[in-house]
């Protein structure tokens, strides 16, 4: 999630460190939803310290807190862990971003919590991962958790040695397949568009993963050829509307049920997929929605939601801050994997997919199938021939793709409609 090619346009000025009290405020922890479990212990560790033995961590998040959507979805695993460990406190700082605080720095930020108390810091954000660098070095007796990147992949293409920097990341691409394989099945125009944020490796993989997805369950459940699905991605420029910077989330919802797509993707934090959608169907258009990030975002619009892919933070976040508590650091590099056999677990599974009211019950069993087969291996969508967008052979046939060329995909898939690379 990288702003920093957004910082130009927005003309930030030097960051000041005197005005950080006053643009970020601190949110302390909210008060649990339901009565906290007896605390757990780390895999293979010591018991967790004591109730009154309080262990405050901080978290720099780069939207809302309530968008429905990622920003949410981490403050909902924060959830999960206080009622796993009451003795366990968060401070949030939410809209760290140049847009909502054009002064204030995401490292300063985790300075400032560090110094009301934190023991951990976690960082929300791909946009935040010279914040997380910075932030390490400066407190090296700190665990530091960036979302995202890859500074800590021994494996990875820009690994730093820093002990204390831990990377945790979600392995989404299934997930997305899943969303992919929904809408090719719900869709009746055979055009499904995705509403995307910016471009980057991340949403690359992402975007090629939902297509695969959307490709194999038109050609091998419907039978159609490939050729008549259409597949576009719109990017906006950001996971969330800047006005005056990114383009209109409204407007591109609104283009796409306008323009023949009657089943868009949100793959954005903010809910215009849906709202936009529901209207649309309001209007009498027989159009459907997938969304993604939150756990609830069905909710948005019941009765037109095929379903939704969410993150499951908690497990995670949890696993680190139980090694944290016992002095230590753990595993450094987390690129957490789903539970096929219970996918909705959250005690089991880094990701969860949730089935919407407008996924009609054939349909339901045929995704029911496609999890089964993703999760034994008997459907591989990494696996060749594939080519990219411009001809250009991305896997040879029978060639399998390995996590670093998933992880750093340079451009879209041969059959999409969308940009592969952000316009200077």
Not at 309 to 314: A, E, L, S, V
Not at 371 to 383: N, T, Y
Request: hydrophobic share 40%; aromatic share 10%; proline share 6%.
């Amino acid at each position: 999630m990288s702003l920093h090619r957004l910082r130009p346009l927005i003309g930030l000025s030097g960051i000041l460190a005197l005005l950080l009290s006053a643009c970020a405020q601190v949110v302390p922890t909210p008060a649990p939803q339901q009565p906290p479990a007896q605390p757990t212990t780390a895999e293979g560790g010591a018991p967790a310290p004591a109730a009154e033995e309080e262990f405050r961590v901080g978290m720099v998040i780069v939207g809302p807190m309530n968008d429905k959507g990622w920003n949410e979805s981490h403050v909902e695993g924060t959830k999960y862990v206080m009622a796993k460990m009451p003795n366990v406190k968060f401070d949030y700082v939410d809209k760290v971003n140049p847009g909502d605080r054009p002064n204030v720095k995401g490292s300063q930020v985790a300075d400032d919590l560090i110094a009301r108390g934190a023991k951990l810091i976690i960082f929300n954000s791909d946009d935040f991962k010279d914040d997380a660098l910075e932030t390490a070095k400066k407190h090296p007796n700190i665990p530091i958790v960036h979302v995202s990147g890859d500074y800590a992949w021994k494996e990875g293409r820009n690994y730093k040695n820093q002990p204390n920097l831990i990377n945790l990341m979600v392995k989404m691409e299934p997930g997305w397949m899943i969303a992919g394989c929904a809408s090719a099945l719900e869709t009746e125009t055979g055009k499904i568009g995705v509403l995307g944020p910016l471009i980057n490796e991340e949403t690359r993989r992402y975007a090629n993963a939902a297509y695969l997805g959307a490709r194999y369950c038109w050609e091998n459940y419907r039978k159609r050829d490939p050729k008549a699905l259409q597949f576009k991605v719109t990017w906006i420029g950001f996971w969330f509307n800047i006005p005056g910077v990114t383009l209109d989330p409204t407007k591109v919802a609104d283009d796409f049920y306008n323009g023949g797509f009657d089943v868009v993707m949100s793959a954005i934090d903010t809910p215009e997929a849906a709202v936009q959608g529901k209207k649309a169907a309001d209007a009498g258009k027989k159009v459907k929605y997938h969304h993604y990030d939150f756990k609830g975002g069905c909710e948005l619009a019941p009765e037109i939601c095929i379903g939704v892919h969410y993150y499951n933070w908690g497990l995670g976040y949890l696993k680190i801050i139980q090694s944290a508590m016992q002095g230590q650091i753990g595993e450094t590099w987390i690129w957490a994997e789903g539970n096929f056999q219970d996918l909705n677990n959250p005690d089991a599974s880094a990701f969860g997919y949730l089935k919407g009211k407008a996924l009609r019950s054939e349909n339901a069993a045929l995704i029911d199938e496609f999890i089964k087969g993703l999760g034994d291996g008997s459907i591989d969508l990494w696996k060749g021939p594939l080519n990219f967008q411009d001809g250009s052979v991305f896997l040879k046939a029978g060639e399998r793709a390995t996590d670093q060329q998933i992880w750093y995909m340079p451009q879209l898939l041969e059959g999409m409609e969308g940009q592969s690379v952000p316009t200077s």
